[in-house]
């Protein structure tokens, strides 16, 4: 994509000559633009809001176990939001998506693990399940839009 617009086909599609490729509109722009920036702006904070249970949990809690492994799972978050933006395809884009949304379901595991041990409270766990449910909802909705739009 070296022409800087925005295609609404992966570079695999550009080389079948029977598939036509559409140049989005501005509007088509603004939209993507804003629901990469949606995505990228909750998956940061849910991952930075992971870090610091994480200090929490080592510090106060005295558990290393869970502590690292909602540590790595949620950090995880924040370096596939961040790789979303050096995407150079559709394909990868999806891949990474993918990937921010598994490590995002093993954060909740984790956290109702946490919850359930009892070192988090009531309002602790339902806030940061809420973002983990909204971040898991955004990145379905644009990885089946993506795929959608692959397959037409």
């Known amino acids: 994509m070296g022409t ?29 633009l804003t629901m990469r920036k949606i995505a990228c702006d909750r998956g940061m ?3 930075k809001r992971i870090g610091k249970l994480h200090t929490y949990l080592r510090d106060e809690a005295q558990e290393e176990y869970l502590a690292e492994k909602i540590l790595k799972h949620g950090s995880m978050i924040g370096a596939c939001m961040i790789r979303l933006g050096f995407s150079k395809d559709n394909a990868e884009y ?13 954060t909740l595991r984790w956290l109702n693990i946490i919850y359930d041990r009892g070192f988090i409270e009531y309002q602790t766990y339902l806030s940061l399940s809420r973002e983990c449910d909204e971040l898991i909802n955004i990145l379905m909705r644009k990885t089946s839009a993506l795929v959608d739009d692959l397959e037409m």
Not at 4 to 31: D, M, Q, W
Not at 94 to 106: C, E, F, P, Q, R
């Open 45 to 47: 904070r849910l991952s």
């Open 94 to 106: 999806i891949d990474n998506l993918h990937d921010a949304m598994v490590n995002t379901v093993k």
């Open 4 to 32: 800087g617009t925005l295609l609404s086909r992966s570079r695999h599609k550009r080389a079948c000559p029977h598939v036509r490729l559409r140049v989005l509109n501005s509007y088509e722009k603004r939209k993507v």
